[in-house]
């Protein structure tokens, strides 16, 4: 933004407040452009936003957005900014396709087919608790385990506690399982049969609908195996595989009938969601902006984040009933333009004084009237 040549306008925290809010805001409202929420075309033009800031305004300020702290970052074509430009070759060259990102990832039997990966570990009500981004392997070595290198490191903070953790087959296994125990951490999940010193159950065709086969170890690790339509396979370091529950089927003819099913499959089937229940409510209004700056999108993800964030803290505070049953659309389309958008606005026009003025006079010239 400082380069010769160019318009730069000093910006202020108020400012990129109210550029973060009038975000919140497209993702309430959607149109094709960000630029659509500024045109003429009466069916588009949003007032609520535009009063707020204009259309060149917000593009320079998204073009020149940055998160860097370049006091920190090694000068221009330094040693280290070569070494590290020389590491990301070789990454490229070694471990990923021509084209794709450093960090974006492929997943075939997926929605989406590529994207970048972000591990999540949630409460049960949704609320995010800690993430991290996927980055390849650490170090020089070939990264073995990653599940449960992913798993440690979210469960390091609830060694101690008794908390129970649930993870699908990708990060579980019995190393796993053992680690977990010593750290007094409660685990339970779905596991592939074929993994390390797991042993061997009962054959699918020995097993009726309903039947379970289990082991115990040393240890005191379980795993199960459970025949439904298919088998399930449940590895635990808490539950006892002897205790039965029943469950509720529904039957070709259309009859509903109760089958045993072990209380670890239960357990595992009533909290495996919470990550899931966090994406609906993201998916709701989430930004969701395409970008020629990988980045972009990763920033609006996080941002989309606090969000859901701020609507399950929301709800736990409040003491009336209709507010704890409101839900995400209610908080998005109500609390957000009028508690965070309007007050943060209002706060910002008067801390620019006659300055607020000047960035719209500068600034909305010309592409006010124009159509994306």
């Known amino acids: 933004a400082t380069q010769s040549g160019k318009a730069f306008s000093p910006t202020m925290p108020e400012e990129i407040d109210v550029f973060v809010a009038v975000n919140l805001v497209m993702g309430i409202k959607k149109l094709p452009s960000y630029r659509d929420y500024w045109c003429s075309a009466p069916d588009l033009h949003v007032t609520y936003i535009s009063m707020f800031m204009p259309l060149k305004r917000f593009s320079w300020l998204l073009h020149y957005l940055h998160l860097n702290d370049n006091n920190v970052m090694p000068a221009r074509n330094s040693p280290a900014q070569l070494q590290a430009f020389r590491e990301d070759c070789n990454r490229r060259e070694h471990g990923k396709v021509q084209g794709q990102e450093l960090f974006e990832t492929v997943h075939a039997k997926k929605p989406i087919k590529r994207g970048y ?84 159950l009962k054959e699918d065709k020995d097993l009726q609908r309903g ?14 195996k459970w025949r439904d339509k298919r088998s ?20 070709r003819n259309g009859e509903t009938v109760e089958i045993s099913c ?10 495996m969601n919470f990550v899931d229940k966090f994406d609906q409510l993201k998916s709701c209004y989430d930004i969701d902006r395409k970008s020629h700056k990988w980045w972009h999108r990763i920033f609006s993800h996080f941002l989309d984040c606090s969000v859901v964030n701020s609507f399950l ?3 736990e505070l409040q003491s009336t009933t209709r507010a704890r049953n409101s839900d995400i659309e209610e908080f998005s389309s109500f609390c957000l333009p ?19 003025t000047q960035f719209r006079s500068a600034f909305s010239r010309s592409g006010r009237n124009k159509t994306a």
């Open 232 to 251: 399930v396979f449940i590895l635990s370091n808490y539950h006892d595989p002897k205790n039965v529950g029943k469950v509720t089927r529904r039957e």
């Open 211 to 224: 039947q379970h086969d289990y082991r115990i170890s040393d240890t005191n690790v379980s795993i199960l």
């Open 117 to 200: 990966k972000i591990w999540m570990i949630c409460a049960q009500s949704g609320y995010c608790l800690d993430f991290e981004l996927y980055t390849g392997k650490q170090g020089s070595e070939v990264g073995k385990d990653l599940g449960g290198r992913v798993v440690r490191q979210f469960c390091s903070s609830l060694r101690g506690k008794n908390h129970k953790v649930y993870f699908d087959k990708f990060f579980n296994s019995y190393q796993l399982q053992i680690d977990l125990r010593d750290g007094q951490i409660l685990a339970c999940g779905t596991v592939n049969s074929n993994r390390k010193l797991l042993p061997k």
């Open 313 to 315: 803290v929301y709800k």
């Open 338 to 356: 009028r508690s965070l958008s309007s007050s943060v606005c209002q706060s910002a026009q008067a801390s620019f004084g006659g300055q607020s």
């Open 262 to 271: 072990p209380e670890a499959v239960i357990n595992y089937n009533s909290h």
